[in-house]
């Protein structure tokens, strides 16, 4: 569902170069994200990061809409997460849907629960950003948010999605129900019946009915496959006219939130590059995961050995530039919110994506943590404060995110970077050693390619076994939840005893049960790859990781041939 508010936000990019819809987006709501989101330094043709939620609120929908039949009130969850990565210069896209059921520190609290209770805490969308920021090393430099109302009004604007449907479907409990086999275009409450799936059952030429084995997870390469037929779609109707993108931008006017930072001309940028965009340009990747039960609920662990891989992506890992403070997520922790909003906002100031974590803490020099992706960052944070520092390596911290703790000091942050020269000769080598890119040339970077060939040279070396519930193959499971101040975690906010489950909450917020049934596999438009045990069969393109099994029933290549 989230992806239709990224056709949203591209409709006002296209529309707002009419000054109309200049003045429409000033009615746009817009989300107060505070720190959460990087500052806004980048150049027009770096790569942005979007953080796109599509939540389960029906409150904007009329009592008597379909999608209030038998529903209770559970407050505002985030139903989809999905981050999007678009560089301007290649013209590529990359859209990363997050399971919902993920279980991971929230932020600000540190303590374990499902990843989309995060929107329902005391900062709102801020806490939701955080939380992916800390736990999986990815910067959001955008945020925006749509409902079940504003999915319904894009698709009733572009007339329907046309798709193709392999075999009929049903989901008693969204209302889906396809008859037919073919061309079908589904309209608006068909659309979102579809998006929205969990116990999707599907009918064998046999005639017997099979239940999607994977429930939550199968939506993910359903709803990655539906944004293409969108996408398509849209783009079909000419949407990359301002004057007809503007249909699309009076539907989602109210209903659609953005953050506060989001202008009307970066807008304008946004509907310059879909201008040139097609929907095969999107590349999509679930995050892998994995089945973990407790007695107090059903949750998604992430298989890290293999996120890994897709997260570079996202992380900016991939592109075979240099890093700069742009890239580099920092936590800065201290005793006192004085010290760390003060030495965070000189970070800030040099670029860096830097938000701040209040904990008792004492320190004689600063404490720099960093993990396998992060000495070139840790390098950077080296250069700008004044004075020694220490050194400690988290193989827990994801991506270029370093974390400093203070303590109860206020170190000098310099006005500039300093030169290499400057930095402390032992913190410069170990860094070095530990894959640091320097002024120098120690370490170039290097460019990743596709993340589908890399996984599938991993499957060819190592035999590719993915982890299962109940089994210790990652670093991330012998984790204590909670980000304490000596940085063990390298995830949350605050220090947390003996790495407590948040079960009950998660129990509370994480929505339905998962069906069961014969595995089965369906068509997909994109070509993902999973990691296979010995033996395996390798399952249809565009299932990955924990989406092995799920049942995608429209074939994508035939619905662009679908009329209407």
């Given at each position: 569902m989230g992806f239709n508010a990224l056709l949203a936000v591209a409709c006002l990019g296209a529309a707002a170069g009419l000054f109309y819809t200049r003045v429409l987006v000033q009615r746009i709501d817009t989300v107060s994200v505070s720190q959460a989101t990087r500052n806004d330094t980048r150049d027009a043709k770096d790569p942005i990061n979007y953080l796109i939620i599509g939540t389960d609120s029906a409150a904007t929908l009329d009592e008597s809409d379909p999608v209030n039949n038998g529903r209770d009130n559970f407050g505002e969850l985030a139903?989809?997460?999905?981050?999007l990565r678009v560089d301007p210069r290649s013209g590529e896209a990359w859209l990363l849907s997050i399971p919902r059921d993920s279980l991971v520190p929230i932020s600000p609290s540190g303590r374990d629960s499902k990843i989309n209770s995060a929107l329902g805490g005391p900062n709102g969308a801020a806490d939701l950003i955080q939380t992916i920021k800390r736990n999986f090393g990815v910067s959001v430099d955008h945020y925006v948010q749509i409902?079940?109302?504003?999915?319904?009004?894009?698709?009733?604007?572009?007339?329907?999605?046309p798709a193709y449907f392999t075999n009929p479907v049903v989901d008693d409990n969204t209302g889906l129900n396809v008859e037919e086999t073919g061309c079908v275009v589904l309209d608006r409450d068909e659309a979102l019946a579809y998006a929205r799936a969990r116990?999707?059952?599907?009918?064998?030429p046999d005639g017997t009915w099979v239940t999607d084995p994977r429930g939550d997870l199968g939506r993910i390469p359903r709803q990655q496959q539906f944004a293409k037929l969108l996408i398509h779609k849209a783009l079909g109707n000419g949407i990359r006219n301002p004057g007809k993108a503007l249909g699309?931008?009076?539907?989602?006017?109210?209903?659609?939130?953005?953050?506060?930072?989001?202008?009307?001309?970066?807008?304008?940028?946004?509907?310059?590059?879909?201008?040139?965009?097609?929907?095969?340009?999107?590349k999509t990747y679930p995050l892998p995961t994995y089945d973990y039960t407790t007695p107090n609920g059903a949750y998604q662990k992430v298989d890290w050995e293999e996120a890994r891989t897709y997260l570079r992506v996202f992380q900016g890992l991939e592109s075979g530039e240099a890093t700069v403070p742009r890239d580099v997520i920092?936590?800065?922790?201290?005793?006192?919110?004085?010290?760390?909003?003060?030495?965070?906002?000189?970070?800030?100031?040099?670029?860096?994506?830097?938000?701040?974590?209040?904990?008792?803490?004492?320190?004689?020099?600063?404490?720099?943590?960093?993990?396998?992706?992060?000495?070139?960052?840790a390098l950077l944070i080296a250069r700008a404060i004044d004075g020694p520092i220490e050194l400690r390596y988290n193989d827990q911290i994801e991506g270029q995110r370093v974390q400093v703790e203070l303590g109860d000091l206020r170190p000098t942050v310099a006005a500039e970077l300093r030169p290499e020269g400057e930095v402390d000769p032992e913190v410069l080598a170990e860094l070095v050693e530990a894959g640091a890119t320097t002024e120098g040339g120690d370490n170039p970077p290097t460019t990743l390619g596709d993340p589908d060939a890399v996984a599938a040279e991993d499957i060819a070396t190592d035999g590719g076994e993915t982890p299962t519930a109940g089994t210790?193959?990652?670093?991330?499971?012998?984790?204590?939840?909670?980000?304490?101040?000596?940085?063990?975690?390298g995830t949350g906010d605050t220090a947390v005893d003996g790495g407590a489950t948040d079960d009950a909450a998660a129990a509370d917020q994480g929505g339905d049960e998962q069906a069961t049934g014969d595995d089965a596999t369906g068509q997909d438009g994109?070509?993902?790859?999973?990691?296979?045990?010995?033996?395996?069969?390798?399952?249809?393109?565009?299932?990955?990781?924990?989406?092995?099994?799920?049942f995608v029933p429209i074939d994508y290549q035939r619905s662009l041939a679908c009329p209407g």
């Open positions: 139903d989809v997460i999905m981050v409902d079940f109302r504003a999915f319904k009004q894009i698709v009733q604007v572009l007339g329907g999605v116990h999707l059952r599907y009918q064998q699309v931008a009076n539907s989602v006017i109210g209903v659609v939130k953005i953050d506060q930072q989001l202008t009307v001309q970066q807008l304008v940028d946004v509907g310059a590059q879909f201008r040139t965009f097609s929907s095969d340009q999107l920092v936590d800065v922790v201290g005793d006192t919110s004085e010290n760390t909003d003060l030495v965070s906002s000189a970070l800030g100031g040099l670029e860096f994506d830097s938000s701040t974590i209040v904990d008792n803490t004492s320190r004689d020099v600063p404490l720099v943590t960093y993990g396998p992706e992060g000495a070139t960052g210790d193959d990652t670093a991330a499971d012998d984790a204590a939840t909670g980000d304490t101040a000596t940085g063990d975690t994109s070509s993902t790859t999973t990691a296979l045990a010995p033996g395996e069969t390798p399952p249809e393109p565009g299932l990955t990781g924990s989406e092995q099994g799920a």
